[in-house]
């Protein structure tokens, strides 16, 4: 079954310790990215990755990092969470498209539900 | 720098009438319009997209509606059913340089009575 699977799904941690949320996709797709959901925000891009080794920065990228080492993986890591860090955070991945328009559908995972205390 | 503005936050409609959302952009810098659905729970769903180039498209009940100069577009939910009682969300995908930049709308959550 494709899939974008997150682990783990809910988390309750405490400020400053270090964390890693991870997402994997079975789908091969080039390109992956994390968001957080926030009531009234909506969805806000955190990082994203064309492709392996190639990562750029969403909207709010502070207090996150990312890596693509291999195509199907992009875990999110937050070094020193901070309470401002609660949020549900999601993963997605799409296949690229050539020509002129990126037409790929994101596929989302079902989200981890982060608490910092 | 929430560069989509969405609205309504909600909406209450009866089954079998019309939902219209509509979204507002301040970029001229993007070249894709997609929409997506989410149920409680669950991770949210491409429903439908448009590109800059056509002023509709539709699939199904749902239509999306762009007009370029305004920098608005609009989802229509016809014959709205209880199925569709979810949170709806526009966003907008930068262009060549930032193909891979999404910016995504407040969200509306959409209710249908029976």
């Known amino acids: 079954e494709a899939q974008v699977t997150q682990n783990p799904r809910y988390l309750i941690t405490v400020t400053g310790k270090k964390l890693t949320v991870t997402c994997s996709q079975n789908?091969?797709?080039?390109?992956m990215s994390w968001y957080r959901q926030d009531p009234g925000l909506g969805l806000r891009q955190i990082y994203y990755?064309?492709?392996?080794?190639?990562?750029d920065k969403g909207d709010v990228p502070e207090g996150y990092k990312v890596s693509r080492k291999e195509k199907r993986n992009f875990p999110l890591i937050l070094e020193s969470p901070s309470p401002n860090q609660t949020s549900l955070y999601f993963c997605a991945s799409s296949y690229l498209t050539s020509g002129s328009y990126w037409m790929g559908t994101q596929y989302f995972g079902p989200g981890t539900r982060l608490t910092v205390l | 720098q929430q560069q989509v503005k969405q609205s309504p936050q909600s909406l209450i409609v009866q089954k079998g009438g019309i939902s219209i959302i509509n979204c507002a952009y301040e970029n001229t810098a993007f070249d894709y319009f997609p929409w997506y659905q989410q149920f409680p729970g669950k991770g949210p769903a491409l429903l439908i997209a448009?590109?800059?180039?056509?002023s509709e498209k539709k699939e199904g009940r749902f239509t999306i509606s762009f007009n370029k100069s305004a920098k608005q577009f609009s989802l229509h939910i016809m014959d709205s059913q209880p199925g569709d009682s979810a949170t709806y969300f526009c966003?907008?995908?930068?262009?060549?340089?930032?193909?891979?930049?999404?910016?995504f709308g407040a969200g509306t959550q959409v209710v249908v009575t029976p």
């Open positions: 966003a907008v995908q930068g262009t060549t340089d930032s193909w891979g930049k999404l910016q």
């Open positions: 990755s064309m492709n392996v080794e190639v990562t």
């Open positions: 789908m091969n797709h080039e390109y």
């Open positions: 448009i590109r800059p180039d056509v």
